[in-house]
T-cell receptor, first 112, second 111 residues
Framework: GAGVSQSPSNKVTEKGKDVELRCDPI?????LYWYRQRLGQGLEFLIY????????KSGLPSDRFSAERTGESVSTLTIQRTQQEDSAVYLC??????????FGSGTRLTVV | GQQVMQIPQYQHVQEGEDFTTYCNSS?????IQWYKQRPGGHPVFLIQ?????EVKKQKRLTFQFGEAKKNSSLHITATQTTDVGTYFC???????????FGKGTKLSVIP
């Protein structure tokens, strides 16, 4: 697609429920990244996919977080047993080489 | 791991005044990128600097990469209300595409 597409744009969930966030990167971009941004804060790295290599999961904050990517296309970020501290905007970005990112508009997750 | 310190955290300026944000690292960076995030929006790429001492300009914005490749700055001349937002610097480690972002400088412009 023309840009990075994320869905849903907003998600309100009850504490303890699981959520799935979706990212559709720019066609042809081999690298895909997930970041978390809490209100008024910076960007916290979560996970990075590059082609068919094993993903870099070093930023995932707990085992409740997982992500998958199918080839060089769509990625899903799953948060199990959501907690209020998970409330944030989850940003996806994709890139070709050289690491210049194009970000999606993000999913605003609110855990109540 | 490598980190960058970005200062100031906040800056309030009168419209027409200049603005500068700085990004400092204790180690040599292979490159540095700058992104702008408007309120309620997502980060948008502005520029990438790679060479020691590099200076690039985009209209009223001037980007510099230090000679030692340990610091960078973004300078805005004669700010406008459209410049409002948070400016992030970011860098990637050797052989990696993953970016580490600074904490950002939030710019407010008073009309």
């Amino acid at each position: 697609g023309a840009g990075v597409s994320q869905s849903p744009s907003n998600k309100v969930t009850e504490k303890g429920k699981d959520v799935e966030l979706r990212c559709d990167p720019i066609s042809g971009h081999t690298a895909l990244y997930w970041y978390r941004q809490r209100l008024g804060q910076g960007l916290e790295f979560l996970i990075y996919f590059q082609g068919n290599s094993a993903p870099d999961k070093s930023g995932l904050p707990s085992d409740r977080f997982s992500a998958e990517r199918t080839g060089e296309s769509v990625s899903t970020l799953t948060i199990q047993r959501t907690q209020q501290e998970d409330s944030a905007v989850y940003l996806c970005a994709s890139s070709l080489a050289q690491g210049v990112y194009t970000f999606g508009s993000g999913t605003r997750l609110t855990v109540v | 791991g490598q980190q960058v310190m970005q200062i100031p955290q906040y800056q309030h300026v009168q419209e027409g005044e200049d603005f500068t944000t700085y990004c400092n690292s204790s180690t040599t960076l292979s490159n540095i990128q700058w992104y702008k995030q408007r309120p309620g929006g997502h980060p948008v790429f502005l520029i990438q600097l790679v060479k020691s001492g590099e200076v690039k300009k985009q209209k009223r914005l001037t980007f510099q990469f230090g000679e030692a490749k340990k610091n960078s700055s973004l300078h805005i001349t004669a700010t406008q209300t459209t410049d409002v937002g948070t400016y992030f610097c970011a860098f990637s480690g050797a052989g990696s595409y993953q970016l580490t972002f600074g904490k950002g400088t939030k710019l407010s412009v008073i009309p």
